[in-house]
Structure formats: structure tokens, C-alpha cells
């Protein structure tokens, strides 16, 4: 090779060399826990064989519980629930995980649950306590407007609020009184609408709490907090109404757990807290991307009990049953389905899992540290 050959090729390669060195790092995906007590988010990256790197914790509030994702995914918003009830909004780095506070708004009330809906310009709100719903407005930069468009009283004790695909259709299970209802949203005007019928009445003592629906939004699945059942609901894609499937026990074939009751803060004066060792209580629930597999939490037990899903008919069954960290409150499936992070409130770490494809199966992958009472887990992916 002459001189000026071997020269271009030199600078042939240490173009390519500037150029690679402006390719972003390779993307990646991210675990964020709420810890109440800190008062903190705690952020994890995953590794290629789905341990869990722990990184940085962002500061909140107080009783900070339920999060949030923007569907574009470049928010997290995190709700504190002591006051002044407030949601945090943080921008996230696709890059690396991490957090940066954009913004904080005041809220309706305490929350225990919120959500968005699918074009991420509305975030919606359930107050246990106080009984209502309410609509924010979120703006372009991903703040959220500090005055609600609705605060809507529901049934006693609203435990979560989610849209359905379509982003037409919103319900509101309700532990205290038995119900979930059901609204019609118009997502142009950011309004919500009772549904007709306005509610779905479920058994007595049963205590609604968490939902989820399924990717072909053909069907929604319960979770009742008191008898730990998931109820299989068909979803009616023009009207939005639902109706019973099929209901099956949340819970190992072998518990020893009878129902629970609804709890709520001590009252000065009042009769002493009942024993509740042995009530069931359950938590939260989840779908695997794919739809095939659903794993439900259960606190007083510390399980995570693994179902398979019939798509045509929605109908579950009983796999089997993990015991897992101390009173789980929260767990997430990450987007492609291999793996699930589970966080307990009297855990001082998270549990990492991974799914079995074929079987729904968990394995332990690893614990990791966690913060005081920790329970929202939200999964991110840029890969």
C-alpha cells in the first residue's frame, strides 16, 4: 500500500471512529420502586441475565405509593399521600434510568392509585379515603395541571382507576361497598361520564381492588382484596360494559387464610384492631405481555400465585405458588415478558424473577436492597 493510500484509509477509520463516538449508549431498561417511609424512588438497571443493578434513590415525599409512566415513556409520575397530596413528575433518561424532578403539582386528595390514559394527556386518580375520582390535565412538558376537570364521588373505599385499549372506557373498583363502575371518557373533551349501567355489582364481602385487561382488550381481570378471587369479566369494545366469565380462587389450593375485612386507620374510642394473621389480603395482579400467563400477590401469605390464560375464553387456572418478599405490595412484568420484579412492604429488599416461557414458572434471580416500605414497581424498556 503506497503512502497516500495508507493515509486515506487513516482517516478513513478515524472518521468512523468520531462517528461511533457520537452513537448514544446502547439503551436499556429500568426498575424504579416507591419506598413510603423514605420518602424516595429507588432506580435499578437490568443486566443482560436480569439481576438487578442498584443505582440511585430520587427524593419524593412521605408516603410516596402508586406510580405512573407516560405511554411515551419518557415521564414517571409518583403520588405522595401524606400532605399536601401532591404528584412528583420526573423526566427519564433512556440512557441511563435516571430520574430528574420537572415538576409538582397539588392533587385532589390521598391516592393510592393512579394512571394515565393512552395519549398520556390525562391522569386520572382513586382515593380510598375520600371516596372519589379525579381528572388532571397533563400538558406537553409533562407537568400536570394543578386544578382537576373532574372530581367524581364513587363508592366507598376506590382502590384503583384504569382506561381500557380503546381509550374509551374507564373503571373504578370500589373495596367498601362492592362495586366497580363503569364510565365512558372522551379523551378531545377530557371528560368522564357514567356508563349505563353506571355499576357493576360484584358479591358482598368480596372488596374489589386491582384490574387488569387483556391485550386484545377482549377481557378484564378482578382482584378482590378480601378473598383473594380474580374474577374474569368479557369487555364489550362498543359499549364498554362488563360481564361475569368466570371466578377462581387467587390463592394456593393449600391456604389456610380465611377472608379479610376492610381496614382503615384506628378511630380514638373505638373497639380494639381485630387479629388479622390469618385474613387474606390480597394485593396486586398482572398479565404477561404475551396474555398468557397472570401472577396475583398476596400480602398476609407472601405469595405470588401463577395462573395460565385461556385467550379464547379468558377463563384461568392454578399453576402454582411462590412464596416471596414480606407482605408484597407491588410487582411489575418488564415488556417483553421475562422477567418480574417484586417489592414487600416489610421487605428490606426486592425479589428478582425470571418467567419461564413456556411454563410461567418463576426462578429467583436475586435480591436486592430496598428502601423502608417499599410497594409501587414500574418497569421501563428502551431496547
Do not use: C
Not at 384503583?160 to 373504578?172: E, G, L, P, Q, T
Not at 389456610?256 to 394485593?283: C, E, F, H, M
Not at 401469605?301 to 377463563?315: M, N
Amino acid at each position: 500500500m503506497n503512502t497516500i493510500a495508507r493515509l486515506g484509509s487513516r482517516i478513513a477509520i478515524a472518521g468512523l471512529m468520531a462517528l461511533a463516538g457520537h452513537v448514544p449508549a446502547q439503551a436499556g431498561t429500568f426498575v424504579y420502586v416507591s419506598n413510603a417511609e423514605d420518602g424516595d424512588i429507588g432506580v435499578y438497571s437490568v443486566q443482560a441475565d436480569g439481576s438487578l443493578k442498584p443505582g440511585e434513590h430520587v427524593k419524593a415525599a412521605k408516603v410516596v405509593m402508586p406510580m405512573a409512566v407516560s405511554p411515551d415513556k419518557r415521564f414517571l409520575y409518583a403520588a405522595a399521600r401524606s400532605k399536601p397530596y401532591t404528584v412528583y413528575v420526573y423526566s427519564i433518561d433512556r440512557n441511563t434510568g435516571s430520574l430528574k424532578q420537572v415538576s409538582t403539582s397539588p392533587l385532589a386528595e390521598s391516592f393510592p392509585y393512579i394512571s394515565l390514559d393512552k395519549t398520556g394527556r390525562y391522569l386520572f386518580g382513586a382515593s380510598y379515603s375520600a371516596n372519589l375520582i379525579s381528572l388532571n390535565a397533563v400538558k406537553a412538558d409533562g407537568s400536570v395541571a394543578a386544578e382537576p376537570l373532574q372530581v367524581i364521588p364513587v363508592g366507598r373505599n376506590a382502590h384503583s382507576i384504569r382506561i381500557d385499549a380503546s381509550n374509551k372506557f374507564v373503571f373504578v373498583p370500589t373495596l367498601g361497598t362492592d362495586e366497580v363502575f363503569q364510565f365512558t371518557f372522551d379523551a378531545k373533551k377530557g371528560r368522564l361520564a357514567s356508563n349505563t349501567p353506571a355499576v357493576f355489582l360484584v358479591k358482598a364481602g368480596q372488596g374489589p381492588r386491582h384490574f387488569v385487561t387483556s391485550n386484545d382488550n377482549k377481557f378484564l381481570y378482578l382482584l378482590t382484596e378480601l378473598t383473594g378471587t380474580v374474577t374474569t369479566f368479557s369487555l364489550d369494545g362498543k359499549t364498554g360494559l362488563l360481564t361475569e366469565v368466570s371466578s377462581i380462587s387467587g390463592l394456593p389450593p393449600d391456604t389456610k387464610l380465611g377472608p379479610g375485612q376492610p381496614r382503615g386507620p384506628a378511630v380514638p374510642g373505638g373497639p380494639p384492631p381485630r387479629n388479622t394473621d390469618n385474613d387474606i389480603w390480597a394485593s396486586d395482579l398482572h398479565l404477561t405481555p404475551n396474555g398468557k400467563f397472570l401472577y396475583v400477590a398476596e400480602r398476609t401469605g407472601s405469595t405470588l400465585s401463577t395462573f395460565s390464560v385461556d385467550g379464547a375464553t379468558g377463563k384461568l387456572a392454578f399453576l402454582s405458588s411462590t412464596v416471596t418478599e414480606k407482605q408484597p405490595r407491588g410487582f411489575a412484568i418488564d415488556p417483553k415478558g421475562k422477567f418480574l420484579v417484586v417489592s414487600g412492604e416489610k421487605s428490606d429488599t426486592i425479589s428478582a424473577y425470571k418467567i419461564d416461557e413456556a411454563s410461567g414458572g418463576l426462578t429467583l434471580i436475586g435480591k436486592y436492597p430496598a428502601g423502608k416500605d417499599a410497594n409501587w414497581v414500574e418497569i421501563v424498556s428502551f431496547d
